[in-house]
């Protein structure tokens, strides 16, 4: 719920200025990215800021006839500020898109966009309940639950018996652990323990040594992108990396930002993810090159993807509208829209309005003396079970 502070203006005050800013800049469609450039999360937001600009240079600015104008605000990972520029973005910088980022933060800002009829891309959250939220939301980026039950149900095909969870204390980390254990538990494995992290500032030692002491023959991790390095570091420390436990995980663990400066000691990692800077596909390896260009050579890893999908997806439904930025028109022309993205095929489900693609598991190898994650099984066209694996 958002406070009254941040509901001053009513439905038809709040429509009557979105129509009139609309007419004034009609030459000019501005999408509003509100993003944690700084904070805890800051490294998610920059990766997904840069993949949506990579594609307005790779595409150009002028889609049906109207000049295109990002407009980025960072928010520092605090739904509160995600409230308030989002408000801003609307009534006073007369947005006609959003794109969204963190789960808390696009869970704030639902009831603004539910007023203002906001076409609203979800490019970074992967919780499962954020599409149910609002109708205005279509998401881009993918689903924990997706990578989740995927991996769960490899490992338990493949070896592991008894599964210790360390994940982060939010929604994505309990969705991705309660997806896995009930999906691997259905399969016929165990969950040891199932051991929760703080987001901010975590350190990994004491829970890396409970569940060593549990002593599973499986670790499945979830971290956020940007602690995985940490994660790394103080597995090797406590010797896990010699323990003969399997390090498992979705593709936030073995994030590509991060992985060209962690250990050795990853390799070997199975995840389950949508993307890899790895992917093998032509268009993917123009896209590699592409944003290590235009961003100092660091390397793209999946939350990028997501955003520069989600312009893909923006520019693709201005053309099926021709420009016009009506919400309800815009989202319907989302609905069922399929195209080949640099993580492979994917689509929009137009009955739930989230992804569905094609889920890779993965193992880290050393290529040409760096690290990556490389695709050997895929899972085609996987929609978001989460609802039916939490039943």
Known sequence: MFRN??????????????????????????????MPLT???????????????????????????????LIVKDDASIPDNS?????ELILSDKV??????????????????????????????????????SPYFVRTSWTHAQQASVLANWVAKNGSKRVTIIAS????????????SA????????????????????????????????????????????????LAKQFVERGLDKSGIKLIGP??????EDLPGMSDAMVGTVTAGFYSAHHGSALNKEYVAA???ANGNVRPNFVSVGAYDGMHLIYEALKRTDGKTDGPALVEAMKGMAWESPRGPMSIDPKTRDVVQDIYIRRVEKVDGTLYSVEFETFKAVADPAKLAIK
């Open 183 to 230: 999906t691997f538990t259905e399969a016929g494995g165990t969950i040891v323990e199932a051991l929760k992290v703080p987001l901010a500032n975590p350190d990994f030692a004491p829970f890396l040594q409970r569940a060593r002491d549990g002593n599973p023959d499986t670790l499945f991790i979830f971290v956020p992108a940007g602690q995985a390095a940490i």
């Open 169 to 180: 204390d939010w929604a994505p980390g309990h969705e991705a652990s309660g997806v896995f």
């Open 251 to 256: 593709g936030d663990i073995a994030d590509d």
């Open 96 to 133: 006609a898109i959003l794109g969204g980022g963190l789960t808390p933060n696009v869970l704030a800002v639902a009831p603004l966009v539910n007023e203002s009829k906001t076409a609203t891309v979800v490019m970074v959250s992967g919780t499962s309940i954020v599409t149910e939220r």
């Open 39 to 69: 904070g805890v999360l800051g490294p998610v937001g920059k990766q997904a800021v840069a993949g949506a600009r990579l594609y307005v240079a790779q595409h150009g600015d002028v889609v049906a006839g109207h000049t295109i104008e």
């Open 83 to 87: 409230k308030r520029l989002t408000q």
């Open 5 to 34: 502070s941040l509901g001053l203006f009513s439905v038809s005050a709040l429509s009557g200025l979105l129509f009139a800013g609309q007419v004034a800049a009609q030459d000019t469609i501005k999408i509003g990215l509100v």
């Open 291 to 293: 944003f290590k260009k």
